[in-house]
């Protein structure tokens, strides 16, 4: 099932944003959840990613610091919340289901799928 992403916008740099994703409990409790980017002319690229179960996350190092990737059960949403943003951050964020295990290449979005329509962020 596609995840349908949402709250991309046009920010000024420096600026804050969050993107939600919805997702089943199944989802959160059975397998790695990430977001991804990709901008014009770029390839794909991991951003941040939650473990099942929530108990680990990883960033890239480009947004380390001022990325914060959740999940709240209650609402079966999936959240990207980003702060000091810079025109790099700029391109289509993407919300997906990977594998049980977050593995190290989950940067290259090894093991991720159902791609959506993705929600655009331009700083």
């Known amino acids: 099932v596609q995840l349908v992403e949402s709250g991309g916008s046009s920010v000024q740099a420096g600026g804050s944003l969050t993107l939600s994703c919805p997702a089943s409990p199944t989802a959160f409790r059975n397998f790695c959840m990430g977001w991804f980017r990709q901008a014009p002319g770029k390839e794909r690229e991991g951003v941040a990613v939650?473990?099942?179960?929530?108990?680990?996350?990883l960033y890239s190092d480009s947004v380390k610091g001022r990325f914060t990737i959740s999940q709240d059960t209650a609402k079966n949403s999936l959240f990207l919340q980003m702060i000091s943003l810079k025109s790099e951050d700029s391109g289509m964020y993407y919300c997906?289901?990977?594998?049980?295990?977050?593995?190290?290449?989950?940067?290259?979005?090894?093991?991720?799928?159902?791609w959506g329509q993705g929600t655009q962020v331009t700083v």
């Open positions: 997906a289901p990977g594998p049980r295990s977050c593995g190290p290449d989950w940067f290259r979005a090894t093991g991720f799928g159902n």
């Open positions: 939650i473990s099942a179960g929530g108990e680990r996350t």
